[in-house]
């Protein structure tokens, strides 16, 4: 007997159909062995040795494996193809010569790219042994993770209170995403006009054209700035004549975009489908590990964490075969297309992401999966296939036109172009919004010296906008660009940003909260060179190099910790004041931004002679008077939007005005208040307010969605079979539907502003089917089952919010998280997390044994000592404290996870 270890359950369920009764596969569940959450996991001073501790879930599993190997005729370790699987499969062998579950069996590493019969049994004839260099570029990557996280982060509690973590590539994410925010908020808008001409050809067919220059000076788009220029050039036109100056009409090809890597993956995704990374990976986690296609099990895509963009030679056949097929010769290219990576630090030892069969069609197989895997599972094969297709040829053309009049002249250029031959584009395009796209946008015909009569002039006032903040997809692109981090990381990065409440995701966009951004100023100040990108990036080719056998880990490991052993030294006399006066430096664009009528930012709205400047408190940092005690004014850091600042709160200490009400003309306000931040209209003893639903951010709400919260309940429709109204709203107990007097809950509170009368006629159906008892409500979603306890995990909707479920333990989301982007792993971690902290209960029929008495102290001692610990306590109970708290910062120990987070 053989024995086989993968990582999944889902995997291993595959591989055993496919290798038949000679081979027992069995799975580890990811990791099975992590540094310990305590000081000296790694140990500089003893050369970077490293102690593991096996996870407390996986030492049963690993039992069990070493059950299976004594008896076997050989192990084969068939985990993943990258980094992680290779430390997987040498975790899984270190422990097993642990238990002496060896002894002349032979031990075969093989790899495969796709889960399918083919390549599983292919890579069975072709075995090697582990990886040394893969694993000890693990080890490195390993080491310096925790290094950071467990030295860093206690420097930041001390000297910054309210912190929670530091991570090595999470920090420098942060800053991407805090230094994108402060450009917005330093932004100076520049005002530009633009001057279009409407024009007519002598066969009356319109067209417009813009002004490019005037007297012999050409113009840009911002050069005209003023609109006293526009009115001048505008007055110019309307006496000119005009005629065509010149018409250059020439081919464009466009060629497709490459195959599908991890990265470009989760920004399409994102574009296209609106998941997120995380959601991203799960969904293309599932298609990879094999899905019941027809009463087969059967990976339909290859591996997705890869930065290759080649495709294998059996895959680029099958495609070339469905173009044929599917679209004709005309689309099909003579030789088939070669792509190269253009990302910093790329490792190209996998293929780009594809459909491991070409012939199944996104039709024929999505009546086997859900919807969010039919769709991913579409956009990756028309990826693919699209990228072997035809270029796209477009014929651009740009007419040159001359206006005179007046003894001036003006240069105005139409450009417009059409598709000649649509190549791949007749499968696939991105189509996204920031694409400058002018397919379709046909130009009449024209010829040099043709006369044109005008039909309007028309000037408009414009002034430039800010960059935009990032989307998942816009920084993980970024990221990628500048050789931080691996995207096989990105998914995981982002959450932890998303987890400690660094970032919210509003609208995709990425918004770095307060706490998020007094990290980054300490960090900037004071380990600047630890989230330079340059430094990053440059950590991240010496990780690969470890990978080639270029360089050895423990070289790259002392050289890292020499310079950053000294930097942390370097804080230990650093007192609280002083990093309080240069995050306030760094940070004040963002809490002392200028007013609009030039007054100090500084100066203290309530007595006036007071400077405003950062404080620390309690709870964290905020902003406060230098008169302090005598003045008491004080404010939270983002400063209010310039209407006032007043200590009374009638518009300012924390009031921030988002505009006014078009229907009463009063201003629109967010407050904070006793139980939470909510919205009021005007003033007065009974005003309209409306709180703001769980995850939804006070700092970043705008008027257009106040007004719809302010407008709560909101009419969906009339019900079918009753003829009554459906109403949606918020409540005391979230979101729902409301029906005759009946209520359902909604998932979100996003729904209440889209849910229609089709899906709001389903929710109550649902509710109703379920009785009025107190029953379990139904799943919103299911995860499968549990991996080390077994049994089903879901995530429902309860009388509090949205939890996750296993057998009687029930966890609450964190605040803020969608339930639908929760995976397996989130919910594993959230219920260990629950099951740690309730005590256990007394078994049924037996009485609690009672505490023993505490011998009486005397009066003094108790004073003069703390108070002892309950007797009652369990050492179980101390347990579950202890593993909560120590889950609060960097130094905590991560949940079993199936990847690296990279963070």
Not at 211 to 238: C, H, N, P, W, Y
Not at 322 to 346: C, H, M, S, W
Not at 367 to 375: G, K, N
Not at 571 to 598: C, N, S
Request: glycine share 8%; hydrophobic share 40%.
């Amino acid at each position: 007997m053989n024995v086989v270890i993968v990582e999944s359950p889902a995997k291993a369920k595959t591989i055993n159909k496919y290798l038949g009764s000679d081979y027992t596969v069995l799975a580890s569940y990811g990791h099975v062995r992590d540094l310990p959450a305590k000081d000296g996991s790694v140990r500089p001073d003893e050369d970077f040795a490293m102690d593991w501790e096996v996870d407390g879930k996986a030492a049963k599993r690993l039992s069990d494996i070493a059950q299976a190997v004594k008896g076997s005729d050989k192990l084969i370790l068939a985990t993943d193809p990258d980094r992680e699987g290779e430390a997987i499969s040498w975790h899984v062998l270190q422990v097993l010569k642990e238990k002496r579950a060896l002894k002349s069996q032979p031990v075969e590493r093989v790899v495969f790219n796709a889960v399918t019969k083919q390549a599983v049994l292919d890579a069975m004839r072709n075995p090697r042994i582990i990886d040394a260099d893969l694993v000890d570029a693990y080890l490195a990557r390993r080491a310096l993770d925790y290094l950071v996280g467990f030295t860093l982060s206690p420097v930041l509690w001390r000297k910054l209170p309210g912190a929670r973590s530091a991570g090595r590539v999470q920090s420098v994410a942060l800053r991407l995403i805090c230094d994108r925010e402060l450009e917005i908020e330093t932004f100076v808008a520049q005002e530009y006009w633009s001057i279009v001409a409407r024009l007519a050809t002598p066969a009356a067919e319109e067209f417009d054209a813009r002004v490019v220059g005037f007297s012999g000076q050409k113009l840009g788009r911002l050069d005209v700035k003023t609109g006293g220029e526009a009115t001048r050039i505008k007055e110019m036109l309307e006496r000119a004549s005009f005629r065509v100056a010149g018409v250059e009409s020439k081919p464009v090809r466009r060629n497709p975009f490459p195959p599908f890597t991890t990265s470009t993956l989760q920004q399409a995704a994102n574009y296209a489908l609106g998941l997120s990374a995380s959601r991203t990976m799960q969904t293309a986690q599932r298609l990879y590990e094999g899905v019941d296609i027809g009463g087969e099990t059967v990976g339909l895509i290859t591996y997705m964490r890869t930065d290759g963009v080649q495709i294998a030679p059996e895959g680029i056949a099958g495609i070339r075969k469905v173009i044929g097929q599917d679209f004709g010769d005309k689309y099909l290219p003579e030789r088939p297309r070669l792509y190269e990576t253009k990302a910093k630090n790329a490792q190209e030892a996998h293929e780009a992401i594809r459909p491991t069969d070409l012939s199944r069609r996104p039709r024929d197989v999505a009546r086997y999966l859900d919807t969010e895997q039919a769709r991913l599972y579409e956009l990756i094969w028309k990826r693919a296939v699209a990228s072997q297709m035809e270029a796209a040829v477009l014929e651009r053309t740009t007419v040159d036109i001359v206006a005179e009049g007046g003894g001036e002249r003006c240069d105005l250029r139409a450009t417009g172009s059409v598709v000649r031959f649509d190549g791949f584009l007749a499968l696939y395009s991105e189509g996204r919004d920031d694409e400058e796209d002018e397919e379709g946008r046909r130009l009449p015909s024209m010829k040099e010296k043709d006369a044109l009569a005008r039909r309007k002039i028309t000037a408009d006032q414009h002034f430039t906008e800010p960059p935009p903040r990032f989307t998942e997809a816009t920084l993980v692109k970024k990221m990628e660009e500048l050789g931080i981090g691996r995207p096989s990381t990105y998914a995981a990065t982002l959450q932890v940003l998303r987890d400690r409440e660094y970032v919210v995701l509003d609208k995709r966009r990425l918004i770095p909260q307060d706490k998020g951004r007094l990290v980054i100023a300490f960090l900037e100040s004071f380990f600047q060179r630890y989230v330079e990108y340059g430094f990053t990036a440059d950590l991240e080719e010496s990780l690969d190099k470890i990978s080639a056998g270029e360089l050895s880990w423990k070289d790259v490991l002392r050289r890292f910790w020499q310079d950053f052993h000294a930097a942390i030294e370097g804080t230990r006399e650093l007192r609280v004041g002083q990093v309080l006066e240069a995050i306030d430096t760094l940070l004040a664009p963002h809490i002392f931004p200028a007013k609009a009528d030039g007054a100090d930012p500084r100066a203290c709205p309530s007595c006036g002679g007071g400077r405003l400047s950062l404080k620390l408190g309690k709870f964290g940092a905020f902003i406060g008077c230098s008169n302090y005690p005598e003045c008491r004014f004080t404010r939270q850091l983002q400063a209010s939007n310039g209407e006032g600042d007043g200590a009374d709160g009638s518009a300012g200490d924390g009031v921030r005005v988002l505009g006014t009400d078009p229907a009463t003309g009063q201003p629109v306000t967010v407050r904070p208040g006793r139980f939470g931040p909510y919205l009021q209209v005007g003033e007065g003893e009974k005003p309209k307010r409306a709180s703001l639903p769980k995850g939804w951010d006070a700092a970043t709400i705008d008027l257009e969605r106040a007004l719809a919260l302010l407008d709560l309940p909101r009419e969906v429709g009339t019900h079918p079979e009753t003829g009554k109204p459906i109403q949606a709203g918020i409540g005391r107990f979230g979101p729902f539907v409301l029906h005759d007097g009946k209520y359902a809950n909604l998932p979100s509170a996003e729904e209440v502003f889209t849910v229609g009368i089709n899906r709001a006629v389903a929710v109550l159906a649902e509710k109703a089917s379920r009785g009025s008892g107190r029953s379990t409500p139904a799943a919103l979603k299911e995860l499968g089952e549990h991996p080390t306890l077994g049994g089903p995990v879901t995530v429902r909707d309860g009388r509090y919010g949205a939890y996750v479920s296993h057998g009687k333990v029930n966890a609450t989301l964190p605040k803020g998280m969608d339930p639908q982007s929760v995976g397996m792993d989130v919910a594993v971690a959230l219920l260990a997390e629950k099951a740690g902290k309730t005590p256990a209960k007394p078994v049924r029929g037996r009485a609690a044994k009672p505490a023993a008495a505490a011998p009486a102290k005397p009066k003094s001692d108790a004073a003069a000592k703390p108070k002892a610990v309950p007797a009652a306590k369990s050492k179980a109970s101390a347990k579950g404290d202890k593993a909560t708290a120590a889950s609060s910062g960097a130094a905590a120990k991560p949940a079993p996870r199936k990847r690296a987070s990279g963070a």
